[in-house]
């Protein structure tokens, strides 16, 4: 008899009865099934048939997140950009599209809507739109998915997950294109940057470290000093950007809405990028000086450092620009994620390794029950999302068709 996946018998009954305990609670399955891959991906090399059950693991997790993504209210409030999006498409199915691309110049994010839109409608658009963006990110993984269970995971976790993903519709995009261009082929890298900015214009600001990753290595001591001088000409900067919000160009009306919007998310966005600019700092200081982080790409952790370092220099200097900051930080985050997956897969023993991912994915486990628990998106009580059964989520999907 032939096994899926390749997978010998007691696997076949492991997946029969997994997805029998997923119709009874889809959330909770997809998330211990997610953990799980993260757990087996940390032992040794990762054969055939454990990558495509990544790829399930995967697949299942973003399914069953895009319901909850999904479920955002559509009602126009502080903080919640949809109705927004909704007055876009209205415009686009009014013949408005190329009116709104001579002052929003973001063909790829809008031009994706826009196609959406004319399969679904209301939330529906920002389900599918959230299985696209989610398309894109696997693509990025497609050389490194041992790594993508335990960073979709870290990602669900984070504080940023439902902004980026429920709110940022064309950031969220972008994003993905951000990582792409870290993953794929140098021959590859500018087309996926041009279609980054072209998702969301801060993407430009993004665009040096993406193309640079590549040709500057930087060792502690310089990686140190460029940040130290980011934050010495922070506001230089800021004369810059009055002159620029002068000019009048497309980039200055972007930077200027973005300067004038307020929002204490931005404290706690510099706070976080203190603590993952020590981490990073710390990690390549273990790495230059031990042993115990030499397993892996060496490359892809030079890339990744790189990147990271030259975007630690733009965020310094934009430390005093409230919503700028934040939104540049976005992409920032997310490859912080993913460098944190790389670490700690790239611990050299084994014994350390499991252990260090077994430990990281029982804290995951409980965040993401805590995190995607909140109002605002899926509605009735606060944990109802993750008591769900399939059968009602599945009609709720039918309702946003």
């Not at 949809?82 to 002052?103: N, P, T």
């Not at 486990?365 to 399939?390: D, K, M, T, W």
Request: proline share 2%; aromatic share 18%.
């Amino acid at each position: 008899m032939r096994y899926p996946l390749g997978a010998d018998s007691g696997l076949k009954v492991f997946l029969v009865f997994a997805a029998l305990l997923f119709l009874v609670s889809p959330f909770l399955v997809s998330t211990l099934f997610l953990a799980a891959m993260a757990v087996l991906s940390s032992m040794g090399r990762s054969s055939n048939c454990q990558i495509r059950i990544n790829w399930l693991a995967f697949g299942v997790a973003v399914l069953v997140s895009s319901w909850f993504i999904g479920s955002k209210s559509l009602a126009p409030s502080l903080g919640n950009d949809r109705a927004m999006y909704l007055d876009y498409v209205y415009l686009f199915r009014g013949g408005g599209f190329y009116q709104l691309m001579s002052y929003h110049p973001e063909w790829v994010s809008f031009g994706a809507l826009w196609l959406i839109s004319m399969l679904v409608d209301g939330k529906g658009i920002f389900w599918l739109f959230y299985i696209v963006v989610m398309a894109a990110v696997g693509l990025a993984f497609r050389g490194n998915v041992r790594f993508l269970p335990l960073f979709f995971l870290l990602l669900m976790s984070s504080s940023v997950f439902l902004n980026l993903y429920g709110n940022l519709v064309r950031q969220s995009l972008a994003s993905a294109f951000v990582l792409g261009a870290l993953t794929a082929s140098k021959k590859r890298v500018a087309g996926i940057v041009v279609l980054g900015v072209f998702s969301h214009l801060s993407v430009f600001l993004a665009a040096p470290a993406m193309l640079l990753s590549r040709k500057i290595n930087f060792n502690f001591f310089t990686s140190v000093l460029l940040v130290f001088i980011g934050f010495s000409c922070s506001s230089l900067l800021g004369y810059m950007v009055d002159f620029l919000a002068s000019s009048g160009s497309v980039l200055a009306s972007k930077v200027s809405f973005y300067q004038d919007f307020e929002s204490s998310d931005s404290d706690q966005s510099g706070l976080t990028f203190g603590l993952m600019l020590t981490i990073l700092f710390l990690v390549k200081l273990i790495k230059d000086r031990t042993n115990i982080i030499g397993r892996g790409d060496a490359d892809m952790f030079e890339r990744l450092f790189s990147f990271l370092v030259l975007m630690s220099f733009v965020l310094a200097l934009m430390t005093g620009m409230g919503k700028v900051f934040e939104r540049v930080f976005v992409y920032y985050y997310v490859v912080f994620v993913f460098f944190a997956v790389f670490c700690v897969y790239g611990i050299a023993s084994e014994r350390v390794r499991i252990v260090a991912v077994a430990s990281l994915v029982f804290i995951l486990c409980f965040s993401v029950i805590i995190r995607l628990g909140g109002g605002g998106y899926y509605p009735g009580a606060q944990y109802e999302y993750a008591q769900s059964n399939f059968l009602s989520m599945f009609v709720e999907w039918l309702g946003w068709m």
